[in-house]
């Protein structure tokens, strides 16, 4: 099999020796989970629930106020009664209202989150009922992955109902399944595509049935070739409405990112400021089709979340099951031991796209692909020096962007000027920063800058909607008659 790949980006030390080839292990089910009512990019959620309401695992506890194409509901992932709405930190590291949810009986006894291989009885839920998405209409197919609360697994958390919902003016012609999984410790995907095969390629069969599309790639990076076999044989037993095929991608980073992906399996170029979709293409996560196959198939929410825990600070590094809500320091440590005095930096994601947060107790989200607790020898922390015109960002850039430029403009605090040396079009890799040799944070800074564009965007459309509002309505007089 041909392996292909992109230009530049880095040969990274995977690290992922300690948790790769094995199988995910279900955490003990926890007392309590801490739910974030918003998990995904677009509108914001609210509560539907209160204080001392009890309620069943696969509930909907949160939605928008208006549920719209940008919204995506939140569910209960244990059984048990709401004990506080509260405001708690979230692994993007902001504030954020969440919902307390504390076991009602003594563990073990209302009901068994799942096995290794998710196929446990669970007496105490409230699932959706089963749709056959073979023979319901596309709506009602989009509406089922909207309930079920599916999002982006892979990070970005993107409404799943609307990625697979493309405008008309847009031709789709190929599904590419995003099972590169290039961040190093992470191995959570591959788990997912040997544990649960069959559920991948029937999610993925669905989405081409619901796009309309009749080719699919499997895309992976050439250290999970041992898994191609295991791939092609579900592949030959599905059902599938179209051709699905494997692509093997060399192990460089960012491999998995959307734009690589394309380059790398179809040969196309994502057009600046624009979205796979813009290549004929759609690109998801493995997780999230796994999600999608559930959805339809047993009527489950989207309310456990595979995700690997690695690092020199974890003791016992595994691939783990766990209810969206769930603490790391709410598990016995006999399954998942941390040495809290090596422990320097926790890190929500990879070490290159990850986000660090100020402390272990950070809720589980649907986006979290990995916890990676790092001792002093894993993390750098060199202070930033000049920027000595080396050019290695260029040169290393996956998009081609000019990095040092971006970061120039943004000092001179030229936001028009960042944006035409590609700020839109940065995926925020990381690989500028990895390997300037001044330690600048540019990853950091660029998303600096388009934060301050969107405020700047905001503030322009709200002088907008202010001056509307303050334009005079003309006053309509009556004409008095002349007295001459």
Same mark, same amino acid.
């Given at each position: 099999?041909?392996?292909?790949?992109?230009?530049? &980006?880095?040969?990274?030390?995977?690290?992922?020796?300690? =948790?790769?080839?094995?199988?995910?292990?279900?955490?003990?089910?926890?007392?309590?989970?801490?739910?974030?009512?918003?998990?995904?990019?677009?509108?914001?959620?609210?509560?539907?629930?209160?204080? &001392?309401?009890?309620?069943?695992?696969?509930?909907?506890?949160?939605?928008?106020? =208006?549920?719209?194409?940008?919204?995506?509901?939140?569910?209960?992932?244990?059984?048990?009664?709401?004990?506080?709405?509260?405001?708690? =930190?979230?692994?993007?590291?902001?504030?954020?209202?969440? $919902?307390?949810?504390?076991?009602?009986?003594?563990? &073990?006894?209302?009901?068994?989150?799942?096995?290794?291989?998710? /196929?446990?009885?669970?007496?105490?839920?409230?699932?959706?009922?089963?749709?056959?998405?073979?023979?319901?209409?596309?709506?009602?197919?989009?509406?089922?992955?909207?309930?079920?609360?599916?999002?982006?697994?892979?990070?970005?958390?993107?409404?799943?109902?609307?990625?697979?919902?493309?405008?008309?003016?847009?031709?789709? @012609?190929?599904?590419?399944?995003?099972?590169?999984?290039?961040?190093?410790?992470?191995?959570?995907?591959?788990?997912?595509?040997?544990?649960?095969?069959?559920?991948?390629?029937?999610?993925?069969?669905?989405?081409?049935?619901?796009?309309?599309?009749?080719?699919? $790639?499997?895309?992976?990076?050439? /250290?999970?070739?041992?898994?191609?076999?295991?791939?092609?044989?579900?592949?030959?037993?599905?059902?599938?409405?179209?051709?699905?095929?494997?692509?093997?991608?060399?192990?460089?980073?960012?491999?998995?990112?959307?734009?690589?992906?394309?380059?790398?399996?179809?040969?196309?170029?994502?057009?600046?400021?624009?979205?796979?979709? @813009?290549?004929?293409?759609?690109?998801? /996560? #493995?997780?999230?089709?796994?999600?999608?196959?559930?959805?339809? =198939?047993?009527?489950?929410?989207?309310?456990?979340?595979?995700?690997?825990?690695?690092?020199?600070?974890?003791?016992?590094?595994?691939?783990?099951?766990?209810?969206?809500?769930?603490?790391?320091?709410?598990?016995?440590?006999?399954?998942?031991?941390?040495?809290?005095?090596?422990?320097?930096?926790?890190?929500?994601?990879?070490?290159?796209?990850?986000?660090? #947060?100020?402390?272990?107790?950070?809720?589980?989200?649907? /986006?979290?692909?990995?916890? $990676?607790?790092?001792?002093?020898?894993?993390?750098?922390?060199?202070?930033?020096?000049?920027?000595?015109?080396?050019?290695?960002?260029?040169?290393?850039?996956?998009?081609?962007?000019?990095?040092?430029?971006?970061?120039?403009?943004?000092?001179?605090?030229?936001?028009?000027?960042?944006?035409?040396?590609?700020?839109?079009?940065?995926?925020?890799?990381?690989?500028?920063?990895?390997?300037?040799?001044?330690?600048?944070?540019?990853?950091?800074?660029?998303?600096?800058?388009?934060?301050?564009?969107?405020?700047?965007?905001?503030?322009?459309?709200?002088?907008?909607?202010?001056?509307?509002?303050? #334009?005079?309505?003309?006053?309509?007089?009556?004409?008095?008659?002349?007295?001459?």
């Amino acid at each position: 099999m041909a392996v292909s790949t992109f230009k530049r &980006g880095l040969r990274l030390n995977t690290r992922k020796h300690a =948790t790769e080839g094995k199988p995910v292990e279900m955490v003990p089910e926890p007392r309590q989970v801490v739910i974030p009512v918003h998990q995904h990019f677009g509108a914001p959620n609210q509560a539907l629930v209160k204080v &001392g309401d009890k309620v069943k695992r696969g509930q909907k506890i949160a939605d928008a106020v =208006t549920p719209g194409p940008m919204t995506v509901p939140v569910h209960a992932s244990i059984s048990g009664i709401v004990k506080k709405i509260e405001v708690r =930190t979230q692994s993007n590291n902001t504030d954020g209202v969440c $919902i307390i949810i504390e076991k009602e009986y003594p563990l &073990g006894e209302d009901t068994a989150v799942g096995s290794a291989a998710g /196929n446990a009885v669970l007496t105490d839920t409230d699932f959706l009922p089963p749709l056959d998405p073979f023979i319901c209409t596309k709506e009602d197919a989009l509406t089922r992955i909207r309930e079920a609360g599916i999002t982006g697994m892979g990070g970005a958390a993107f409404p799943a109902h609307v990625k697979f919902n493309p405008p008309p003016n847009k031709k789709i @012609d190929t599904i590419i399944a995003d099972g590169a999984e290039c961040e190093p410790y992470l191995t959570t995907d591959e788990a997912v595509m040997m544990e649960k095969p069959a559920a991948l390629i029937k999610g993925i069969a669905i989405v081409m049935k619901i796009t309309g599309v009749i080719k699919a $790639i499997i895309g992976m990076e050439d /250290n999970k070739a041992a898994l191609i076999p295991m791939l092609e044989e579900e592949i030959k037993k599905a059902a599938c409405p179209g051709v699905i095929e494997i692509g093997l991608c060399k192990t460089l980073y960012p491999q998995g990112g959307e734009k690589m992906l394309i380059k790398a399996l179809t040969g196309r170029e994502v057009p600046s400021g624009g979205l796979p979709m @813009d290549a004929g293409c759609i690109v998801s /996560n #493995v997780g999230t089709l796994v999600a999608i196959a559930e959805a339809f =198939t047993l009527g489950k929410p989207l309310i456990d979340r595979d995700l690997t825990v690695s690092g020199g600070a974890c003791k016992f590094p595994k691939n783990i099951r766990a209810p969206i809500g769930t603490l790391l320091t709410d598990l016995p440590p006999d399954f998942m031991d941390i040495d809290y005095p090596r422990l320097r930096k926790v890190l929500f994601g990879g070490p290159m796209m990850g986000q660090a #947060v100020p402390a272990v107790a950070i809720p589980i989200q649907k /986006n979290t692909s990995g916890i $990676i607790l790092m001792t002093e020898e894993e993390t750098l922390q060199d202070m930033e020096g000049v920027c000595i015109r080396c050019g290695r960002c260029i040169r290393n850039c996956p998009c081609r962007l000019v990095p040092v430029i971006m970061n120039m403009n943004l000092e001179a605090d030229d936001l028009d000027g960042a944006i035409k040396a590609g700020l839109m079009d940065c995926i925020e890799c990381g690989s500028c920063t990895y390997m300037c040799p001044a330690r600048i944070k540019l990853v950091q800074r660029f998303r600096v800058g388009k934060q301050r564009l969107r405020m700047r965007q905001q503030a322009a459309e709200a002088r907008k909607q202010a001056a509307a509002k303050a #334009v005079p309505h003309p006053v309509h007089t009556e004409s008095v008659p002349s007295k001459n």
